[in-house]
């Protein structure tokens, strides 16, 4: 099993910026996949950004809509996950999830809480 706890939501004007964190704990997780998936009011939860683990190191992943605004990082232990946020807009107002995703024949999900984002226009 393991537990996420999630950090750094808030209200912010449009064009202004947050630090998302994620920390994980309650299995080795260096060798998974975390990353950010969110949800807006009326929507289907949506890919932000992840870090995919692999032999060489963690490859990052990103949907179009946060290219070149946010970044994502891991730390070196594996188990917390940081998205940066910047030049945010109206729309990118949702509830933002840690995603942990552990590589087998058949993958295993975890979810957080989750952490209110509202940019105001």
């Known amino acids: 099993q393991v537990q996420m706890v999630e950090s750094g939501g808030g209200v912010v004007q449009a064009g202004g910026s947050l630090r998302l964190s994620c920390v994980a704990s309650?299995?080795?997780?260096?060798?998974?996949?975390m990353g950010w998936y969110r949800q807006a009011p009326g929507k289907e939860r949506e890919f932000v950004a992840m870090?995919?683990?692999?032999?060489?190191?963690?490859?990052?992943e990103y949907a179009h809509s946060a290219k070149d605004r946010f970044t994502i990082s891991r730390d070196n232990a594996g188990n917390a996950t940081y998205l940066e946020m910047n030049s945010l807009k109206p729309e990118d107002t949702a509830i933002y999830y840690c995603?942990?995703?552990?590589?087998?024949?058949?993958?295993?999900?975890?979810w957080g809480q989750g952490t209110q984002v509202t940019v105001s226009s």
């Open positions: 309650g299995r080795t997780l260096i060798n998974v996949d």
């Open positions: 995603n942990v995703r552990v590589p087998s024949a058949i993958p295993v999900e975890y």
């Open positions: 870090t995919r683990w692999s032999l060489r190191g963690y490859n990052s």
